[in-house]
């Protein structure tokens, strides 16, 4: 049987929806027989992958910046990377990859949409160096895919296409350890949970202002963000937000989690509070679903095609929303029941293994 040679560029998976994707997906991809599958890191990455796939080969480059990264080694170290092991393809899951290869396949997730909320100049450009690369990336790569049909579209209208066969929707997948509580009861009161990394899409002042409103009628009520602090100036603006309005007592930030602590949050917290405005996918959306949560979500981008009707949907920028439906949640047993039923029956359409059998039918498809 000829194995289709892989080599994934997976050097920029370092926080976020990168690391699970790539952490959830490998070890699914190296059980397909007829892949061989090889995985390109920086030696900072070694603790998130060594150990998920003992008999894949690993090559570890040194860990530079991010734009020598970008510049030297995606675009001279991984095509000649490639050309020694004899790669069939080289699959880049982020918007951008080599642009010299001949069978590239990218990962269309991350949104550009984050520029428009940035204020700081250095951030807006580098979003705007994000959108260049991954069109120039999208020009030249046989195949891309994206996270959802939200993300499909969105991409089409930067591009300006309005339509392109080399695009295959395939839905990221949720792990077997997001597991409902064994009973109701190991749901803690009065609990709000919020999973994803500090960064200014993920749209927590607008929850944290929320809070306040709930804080009237719930003064015990307590809200957990994890998630890394990843931009430390929006963490700040954060931090001096709950100050004033006196809320220290009822928000916790617990920053990066493992899958473990993750998994016993949802299955503890009353209701799951996704207010994301730019999301392509939302992996904690997912995970809070195959843990039998209670979900209040905003209605913006690829949410309502995830949540179907698993979830209360809430206008993200109104802040008093999110409240009211945080609220109904919170007063309403029956309905929590309710969404928790249907929350059980959605995540059902989500699985790794199924993300990484499409996968595997698009690389083959490549070579």
């Not at 916790?252 to 998994?263: E, H, I, N």
Request: glycine share 4%; net charge negative.
């Amino acid at each position: 049987m000829k194995r289709t040679r892989v080599l994934i560029n997976s050097i920029h998976a370092k926080s976020g929806g990168g690391v699970t994707y790539i952490t959830n997906i490998l070890p699914h991809l190296c059980r397909i027989e007829d892949l061989d599958i090889h995985v390109v890191i920086q030696e900072d990455q070694k603790y998130l992958v060594e150990s998920l796939c003992p008999n894949t080969a690993l090559h570890v480059l040194p860990t530079w910046s991010r734009m020598s990264t970008v510049t030297v080694q995606e675009q001279v170290v991984v095509p000649w990377l490639a050309m020694k092991i004899g790669a069939d393809v080289i699959y880049s899951p982020a918007n951008f990859g080599p642009l010299l290869s001949r069978h590239s396949v990218i990962l269309l997730r991350n949104a550009f949409g984050v520029a428009a909320l940035e204020s700081d100049f250095s951030k807006k450009l580098y979003w705007q160096a994000v959108f260049w690369l991954s069109q120039a990336s999208f020009a030249v790569c046989k195949r891309a895919i994206t996270v959802s049909g939200y993300a499909k579209q969105m991409f089409l209208e930067s591009f300006q296409r309005k339509d392109d066969d080399r695009i295959s929707i395939i839905h990221h997948g949720v792990g077997p350890h997001f597991s409902p509580p064994a009973s109701i009861e190991q749901r803690e009161p009065l609990t709000l949970l919020a999973v994803g990394d500090i960064y200014i899409q993920k749209n927590y002042p607008a929850l944290i202002e929320a809070l306040q409103f709930l804080r009237h009628s719930f003064p015990a009520i307590k809200l957990f963000i994890a998630g890394a602090p990843l931009d430390t100036g929006h963490m700040a603006g954060l931090q001096e937000q709950i100050e004033i309005w006196g809320l220290e007592k009822n928000v916790q930030f617990l920053g990066r989690c493992s899958p473990d602590k993750l998994a016993e949050l949802y299955r503890k917290c009353t209701v799951f509070v996704f207010p994301s405005t730019v999301e392509t996918f939302g992996n904690p959306v997912v995970e809070a679903m195959a843990s039998g949560c209670a979900i209040a979500c905003s209605d913006a981008a690829a949410m309502p095609e995830l949540v179907a009707d698993a979830a209360l949907l809430f206008n993200p920028d109104d802040p008093e929303d999110i409240a009211i439906k945080v609220e109904s949640l919170l007063v309403d047993a029956e309905l929590r029941r309710d969404m928790t039923a249907r929350a059980l029956e959605r995540a059902q359409q989500f699985s790794w293994e199924k993300t990484a059998q499409q996968t595997a039918a698009l690389l083959r498809q490549v070579v």
